[in-house]
């Protein structure tokens, strides 16, 4: 069976940094995207970054482009999220996905729609 499992979360002053760790584990090839979504308490889930696997092309959204970077090791099949310069804003619970349309997800990696598995979460707090 496919397992994500996220790393890294914890608590941290506003500027400080963390870095959330996902393996993913149960399947020999790699998903065609893997993203990282977080979702605040009462608010509804949202997109982070997207990384494609075979082009390693990049999303991410709006309040985080330039302090966040994704990165991708296919080998081991990791992705990892580099957290910069972090905001209070930036407190929730964040969840690593793996999509796969040929299994019958939709092609929508800027959705959690276009996610078919996902990890339990790693909480990530910011303040002072």
């Known amino acids: 069976q496919v397992q994500l499992a996220e790393s890294g979360g914890g608590s941290v002053q506003p500027g400080g940094s963390l870095r959330l760790s996902c393996v993913v584990s149960?399947?020999?090839?790699?998903?065609?995207?893997m993203g990282w979504f977080r979702q605040a308490p009462g608010k509804e889930r949202e997109v982070v970054a997207v990384i494609y696997t075979h082009s390693a092309n990049t999303h991410y959204g709006h309040s985080v482009k330039g302090r966040f970077t994704i990165s991708q090791d296919n080998a081991k099949n990791t992705v990892d999220l580099e957290m910069n310069t972090l905001e209070p804003e930036d407190t929730g619970m964040y969840y690593c996905?793996?999509?796969?349309?040929?299994?019958?997800?939709?092609?929508?990696?800027?959705?959690?729609?276009?996610?078919?598995?996902w990890g339990p979460g790693t909480q990530v707090t910011v303040s002072s």
């Open positions: 996905a793996a999509g796969d349309p040929p299994m019958g997800t939709p092609f929508e990696p800027l959705s959690t729609r276009g996610y078919k598995y």
């Open positions: 149960g399947v020999s090839y790699n998903f065609d995207y």
